[in-house]
């Protein structure tokens, strides 16, 4: 049974496309993330919600909104896609945002990679 | 600026020992996290460390040194199945994670 769990798991498209990426956990968790991993591999965070509240807006394009219906999924939808947003994009979920064992850990999906050509 | 250091590649030998190190300036320290990320998956946890000194977890161990701003993680007795990237991750005052951007371990029988 998938701890968090996000499709579609491969993702190929037209520049100017818009496209969402849906993710669930069944966790009970508190706070859900979505991150972007590029080609260097550096993990990216874009958006952070608690409690289907946003908390973390980092620098991100607004063609990226996310949307949270519920504290168990949060969906990334993009609007006009470009090349640049070719990446692999990781849902993740932790309890609460404190440092800590079982608190800061954070679980994350398999990760969407998205290729836009 | 916040920053995380490791390097980019190490190999080691199976069945030896190796040890990645870390080092980080951040705004404030609230942890530092260690994920295993094997190749077209997702990081996994390892290890965390918010109090100086060494933690141990069967094959596993990671130290951190706050005075330093350094920590290493110890892998022994490494098996072929730990080729793999190791992403050091600080959480900052905000209870931001900052990513390094992962050392890719490579094991040779």
């Known amino acids: 049974d998938t701890a968090v769990s996000q499709t579609p798991k491969y993702l190929v498209t037209q520049m100017g496309n818009d496209k969402s990426i849906k993710c669930e956990q069944n966790?009970?968790?508190?706070?859900m993330y979505w991150y972007k991993q590029d080609s260097k591999k550096f993990l990216k965070i874009m958006f952070s919600y608690n409690n289907k509240e946003l908390i973390i807006n980092e620098t991100v394009p607004n063609r990226f909104s996310p949307k949270s219906p519920d504290k168990a999924h949060l969906n990334l939808h993009i609007n006009s896609l470009e090349l640049g947003d070719s990446a692999v994009y990781f849902c993740a979920s932790s309890q609460g945002l404190a440092g800590g064992p079982g608190t800061g850990e954070l679980f994350f999906g398999e990760g969407s990679r998205l290729t836009v050509l | 600026g916040q920053n995380i250091d490791q390097p980019t590649e190490m190999t080691a030998t199976e069945g030896a020992i190796v040890q990645i190190n870390c080092t980080y300036q951040?705004?404030?320290?609230?942890?530092l996290f260690w994920y295993q990320q094997h190749a077209g998956e997702a990081p996994t946890f390892l290890s965390y460390n918010v109090l100086d000194g060494l933690e141990e977890k069967g094959r596993f161990s990671s130290f951190l040194s706050r005075s330093k701003g350094y920590s290493y993680l110890l892998l022994k007795e490494l098996q072929m199945k730990d080729s793999a990237s190791y992403l050091c991750a600080v959480m900052d005052s905000n209870y931001q994670l900052i990513w390094g951007a992962g050392t890719k371990l490579i094991i040779k029988p």
């Open positions: 966790l009970g968790h508190d706070t």
């Open positions: 951040t705004s404030g320290f609230n942890g």
